[in-house]
């Protein structure tokens, strides 16, 4: 009869996933001599080798186990797990007992671990997965050029109201989330609008454009995919023929000219164009179409301009170096709504500068009334006609009195006036010693 029983218990295991455990007077001693404790772990075995590792994740906060009479198959309880995947179950007959993992639906769960009065289980999850990436021409394969997102700020995963934890990188423009119960989910990305929009859908793995969602079905153990393509909004600030005012073949330092150019809007979308002057200090001013930011170097259009639009911006510069060798103005590819142009090829406005070689006089040959008025050096008497008398010749290191510029008989008088002294003093003194 116990054989009959047992392989009874045998065969209902076997159909309902259930993991039979003999506790017999070797189990863990309970508080009383009749009872046993009953522990284990539930751990998401990811290579499916039934040893739990180190980066496996644990199943934690679950509702855990649920144990059985294998004789009679009265249910003696639910025993959830901790934080850490743990459960433990005290005050158990000492009797077979059959343990089941509750989430079994949804999980596939491995053999049983069994040691002395422990019984752990390793699962088996679903995954999400798919690809992530800017996919600019919308074909639906990546390019080398396009690159991928982050994604843990892109996609967001919900199964009912549950959030699930953030997924992972998957190689080159790819992403995962793991260790799903089966189910329902929803696929979120992220409205990066207006600078970027989900891509027309190809296949029906795509996000919707509109919605930017996706309904998931995993099977147990089984895996569901969705693709997110983005494509950046795009500009095309056009540059026309640059213009520099006032016209000449060769400029001297210290002209002021305005260089001016048409800009079009070659783009789908209204956008203010930025613009970077490149080699040139801050410009003087600028026409009332542009803003001119706090560097001088930097400027946008003040209004938006529309598709198919154009207007003539003007920025006014003093040449004041003799290195500039010409205006390059350039649009810059990001536009303020931070839109990316998808032409820079026709971004450029120059215009060659020629900068005249002569130099220009540090001080007047003759008379007249700039240099009068100021003179290089002092004035003899003699020279009231204006005309400015030459510098006394200095020598670099120089050592006699040549170098110094003052007229040699001024030492010769001190010098006399020193020994005249000196001997009226070694007079007097002979005198004193005579007395």
Sequence with gaps: MKDLRSAAALTAALMTALTTLAVGPAGVAGAQEDSVVLEGQLWFDRNENNVWEWGEPVYGNSRGVRIVDAATRAVLGEFPTDASGRYRAEGLPKVDLDVQVVDADVFRVGPARKGPGTVDFGLVGGTV?????????????????????????????????????????????????????????????????PAAHIAAPLTELDVDPVTRRKTITVPVAGAGRADVRY???????????????????????GDEVELTVPVTNLGPVADRAKFTMFRMGP??????????????????????????????????????????????????????????????????????????????????????????????????????????????????????????????????????????????????????RRA
């Design 283 to 432: 410009a003087r001013s600028v026409t009332d179409s542009l803003v001119m930011e706090a560097s001088g170097q930097e400027f946008g259009l003040r209004e938006v301009l529309q598709p198919g639009g154009t207007v003539e911006i003007g920025i006014r510069y003093v040449l004041d170096s003799a290195d500039i060798e010409e205006l390059h103005l350039f649009s810059r590819p990001n536009s303020a709504q931070g839109f990316r142009d998808s032409n820079v090829r026709n971004n450029h406005a120059i215009v060659p500068i020629k900068l005249s070689t002569g130099t220009t006089p540090t001080s007047a040959t003759s008379a007249t009334s700039t240099a009068a008025a100021t003179p290089t050096t002092a004035e003899e008497p003699g020279t009231a006609s204006g005309t400015v008398a030459a510098p006394v010749a200095v020598v670099s290191g120089g050592g006699g009195l040549a170098s110094t510029g003052v007229a040699p008989g001024v030492f010769v008088v001190i010098g006399g006036l020193l020994v005249g002294g000196g001997a009226l003093a070694y007079l007097a003194a002979r005198r004193r």
């Design 129 to 193: 997965e798919g690809r992530l990436f800017v996919d600019q021409n919308e074909d639906g394969v990546r390019q080398p050029d396009e690159h991928g997102l982050a994604v843990a700020r892109t996609l967001r995963l919900t199964r009912g109201a549950v959030e699930l934890p953030s997924p992972e990188v998957l190689g080159e423009g790819g992403y995962v989330f793991r260790d799903l119960p089966a189910g329902e989910y929803v696929l979120e990305a992220a409205d990066r609008a």
């Design 231 to 253: 494509v950046w909004q795009t500009i095309d600030f056009a540059m026309g023929t640059p213009k520099l005012t006032p016209a000449k073949d060769t400029y001297a330092l």
